[in-house]
């Protein structure tokens, strides 16, 4: 093969000319009404699959992104531990030991000296002074089984319909123990307000009684509501705010309490010890007990709302 340009002899099916650079002339391939006829059919097919693609392609985002948002979400719901469980638990044996204490201080304040008595004396009668009291040896007994189921319950962090049903047979005990106790302060008025000369200090006394029984009452109520409300796990974050009441209510009235005692023992128009620690260790559960229903019916709102959106 010879370059046209200048005769150089090149190799053959070269596109330029090895010494002069001249690029050769390359032979147009040219088709028959037969093969175009042929090309047109192929792409006339393969058009429309490409334009099927590309309307169908968003479409199928939207609706894996519709399969996404609407996939049902699986909230872990981890409680917070509850302490008011532990003073639940230890409320039987608070109770005992301050009122072998109370009875200690009274034996006392009666004799003027505790000289000849043993302490395994003093804790034996006070068992059987008060055990003498059927009313009272039932129902305390029966108020310590349901403060220790209520405290196991708690411990399991356990926030379902048992809670409520372990806080029923505590309604129903102080229930009965308000009954009794606002029968005895209605009998015992007459007598004061006709005999005592500081009859209004007296009245006190029994208004600050009556106050706290029917407040320990409603708080019990309270609680047993809101545990219900949360057991539902469908609570309301503005109702759920009730739950502090209990502990709140319970405190105040435990206060006026205490404050009226420590004055008639002051007066020396009563015996015993001035703070009664019991009442502290329940206002103090209670209000614990409330601010855990509290979080966890939160928990259980978040993940209410998480699952909506």
């Known amino acids: 093969m010879i370059c046209p340009k200048c005769n150089h002899e090149i190799i053959e099916g070269a596109k330029y000319c090895g010494k002069?650079?001249?690029?050769?002339?390359?032979?147009?391939?040219?088709?028959?009404?037969?093969?175009?006829?042929?090309?047109?059919?192929?792409?006339?097919?393969?058009?429309?699959?490409?334009?099927?693609?590309?309307?169908?392609?968003?479409?199928?985002?939207?609706?894996a992104h519709k399969a996404v948002v609407n996939a049902p979400v699986t909230v872990k719901t981890k409680k917070p531990f509850c302490f008011a469980s532990v003073l639940f638990f230890l409320y039987p044996l608070i109770y005992i030991i301050n009122d072998i204490i109370n009875n200690t201080v009274m034996k006392y304040q009666f004799n003027g000296t505790l000289k000849g008595i043993s302490i395994f004396e003093i804790i034996k009668s006070s068992i059987l002074e008060?055990?003498?009291?059927?009313?009272?040896?039932?129902?305390?007994?029966?108020?310590?089984?349901?403060?220790?189921?209520?405290?196991?319950?708690?411990?399991a962090k356990h926030s379902g319909f048992l809670l409520p049903v372990a806080l029923i047979p505590v309604l129903l005990i102080n229930s009965v123990v308000c009954i009794y106790e606002l029968i005895n302060l209605f009998k015992e008025s007459g007598f004061i307000f006709r005999n005592l000369p500081e009859y209004?200090?007296?009245?006190?006394?029994?208004?600050?009684?009556?106050?706290?029984?029917?407040?320990?009452?409603?708080c019990t109520l309270l609680l047993v509501v809101m545990s219900f409300v949360t057991a539902l796990k469908k609570p309301r974050k503005g109702f759920m705010k009730l739950s502090f009441l209990p502990g709140i209510l319970y405190f105040v009235s435990t206060a006026?309490?205490?404050?009226?005692?420590?004055?008639?023992?002051?007066?020396?128009?009563?015996?015993?010890?001035?703070?009664?620690?019991?009442?502290?260790?329940?206002?103090?559960?209670?209000?614990?007990?409330?601010?855990?229903?509290?979080?966890?019916?939160?928990?259980?709102?978040?993940?209410?709302?998480?699952?909506?959106?």
């Open 20 to 63: 002069c650079g001249y690029a050769l002339e390359t032979e147009e391939k040219t088709y028959t009404p037969d093969e175009i006829d042929d090309e047109a059919t192929e792409i006339a097919h393969v058009i429309p699959d490409f334009a099927k693609q590309a309307v169908e392609a968003p479409k199928a985002v939207v609706n």
């Open 130 to 155: 008060y055990f003498q009291f059927e009313f009272y040896s039932i129902t305390s007994v029966l108020l310590f089984i349901a403060f220790v189921v209520l405290a196991i319950l708690l411990f």
């Open 200 to 218: 209004w200090l007296y009245a006190v006394w029994l208004i600050a009684i009556a106050l706290f029984l029917l407040t320990d009452l409603l």
């Open 256 to 309: 006026i309490y205490t404050v009226v005692r420590i004055v008639m023992i002051f007066k020396n128009s009563m015996y015993g010890i001035p703070l009664w620690v019991p009442q502290w260790l329940v206002a103090l559960a209670y209000l614990l007990l409330g601010i855990w229903l509290y979080k966890v019916s939160g928990t259980y709102g978040s993940a209410q709302n998480k699952t909506e959106k």
